[in-house]
């Protein structure tokens, strides 16, 4: 069992090891019911929102009635935009606190631009700024995926001193580009003249999803060999990425930035949900303690986290031969880790786009409702 003493929890735990718990789960209920600010006291550092969780939060309850009513007359993006940024400003507000005990690593609210816009580099770059300047909070994180196109966008938002979230890294060799382009960003922010102490960004690299695919496949192979490595790959992989983080901010070139305020992109351990039951509950957890490092939890994580999670010092650094063993072993019986985290990289832009699609056509009824009852 974790240590409650003083109220500390597996969480604190967490903190104390260099790993910041971030709760994936926003709505307006958690904001004014006290929900949230319980999170906060329990240890939770940050939120993560995605379209899903606006989407069941408008469909249920009253939360949303009064501003939808205000907004009938709009069209639907503009009523996503307005309650979304509503939610994630009072969410950064309630934050704020953390934020400056923190010294600004934490008390951070992510949101992410409209996901149909990932293969479209100035778009995405536009709806940043306005998000942006709408919340106008400086512990927000502006959500940008980790596509080709994506690349130049983080770049170029983090150059307008935009503190950035990107999202959906499964591969290696993706991750190592999202690190250059963090580079690239701030060295052109500091080209104009920010302060690169204000700026901060986050990579969020996907775990869970990458065992299920994996899984799956290991499955169809179904040889002893190929049945013993299920449940492995995700970790491997988040440790190897790792690895490729300490390299990165190793380099003259970061520490050149870092002379001038620079801060850590730090990784961020996404997908942190167990979706086999055969596997521990807070697997991805206790088996990615490393300092610097966020852990973004859906409730059921965080809560198992709390309840039974043994929390040990670093389990990352020093794993390195052992993870890449693991892919070794995954490609020589015939797992392609390219055909892998591409698929994944596909599915989860489709995911985020439909996911969207769907917020739209929740408040679309939601408007459609006050407009005949008006």
């Known amino acids: 069992m974790s240590d409650s003493t003083e109220g500390r929890t597996a969480l604190h735990q967490l903190a104390d090891a260099g790993v910041s718990v971030w709760l994936d789960d926003l709505n307006r209920p958690m904001i004014t019911d006290g929900t949230l600010q319980a999170h906060i006291d329990r240890g939770v550092l940050g939120v993560t929102t995605n379209p899903t969780i606006f989407a069941t939060a408008l469909s249920e309850g009253e939360a949303y009635t009064s501003q939808i009513e205000t907004l009938s007359a ?6 996503v935009f307005a309650l979304t940024t509503e939610d994630v400003r009072n969410a ?4 704020m606190p953390v934020f400056e005990r923190t010294g600004g690593l934490d008390g ?6 409209d996901p ?10 536009e709806t940043a700024k306005r998000l942006w300047a709408e919340i106008d909070r400086p512990n927000l994180l502006v959500k940008i995926p980790a596509t080709v196109e994506g690349l130049p966008a ?3 938002t983090l150059a307008e001193g935009i503190s950035v979230n990107v999202t959906l890294i499964f591969s290696l060799d993706r991750y190592r580009g999202v690190m250059n382009a963090y580079l690239t960003g701030l060295e052109q922010a500091r080209e104009r003249g920010k302060d690169l102490s204000t700026i901060y960004s986050v990579a969020s690299f996907f775990v ?4 299920s695919e994996i899984d799956k496949r290991l499955e169809e192979i179904g040889t002893d060999e190929a049945l013993a490595l299920r449940g492995r790959a995700g970790v491997a992989n988040a440790r190897l990425a790792y690895q490729a983080f300490e390299e990165v901010f190793g380099t003259p070139r970061w520490h050149n930035l870092a002379e001038d305020g620079a801060n850590l992109q730090r990784p961020l351990w996404a997908s942190t949900g167990v979706k086999n039951p055969d596997y521990p509950d807070t697997l991805y957890v206790t088996e990615l303690v490393a300092p610097h490092t966020v852990n973004t939890m859906p409730l059921a994580t965080m809560k198992a986290t709390i309840d039974h999670a043994e929390i040990t010092a670093d389990t990352v650094t020093g794993s390195y031969a052992e993870a890449q063993q693991v892919l070794d072993d995954l490609a020589r019986v015939g797992i392609s880790y390219t055909d892998v985290v591409e698929l994944l990289e596909t599915e989860g832009v489709d995911k985020f786009v439909k996911s969207w699609d769907e917020l739209l056509e929740t408040v679309k009824t ?3 409702k006050h407009q005949e009852t008006a």
Do not use: H, N
């Open 154 to 156: 983080i770049s170029q």
């Open 208 to 211: 869970s999803r990458v065992d």
């Open 92 to 95: 950064c507000d309630l934050f």
């Open 74 to 79: 709009g069209s639907v993006e503009e009523a």
């Open 116 to 125: 149909g816009l990932a293969k479209d580099t100035a778009g995405t770059v």
């Open 108 to 113: 951070r609210v992510s949101i992410e631009v």
């Open 366 to 368: 939601e408007l459609d």
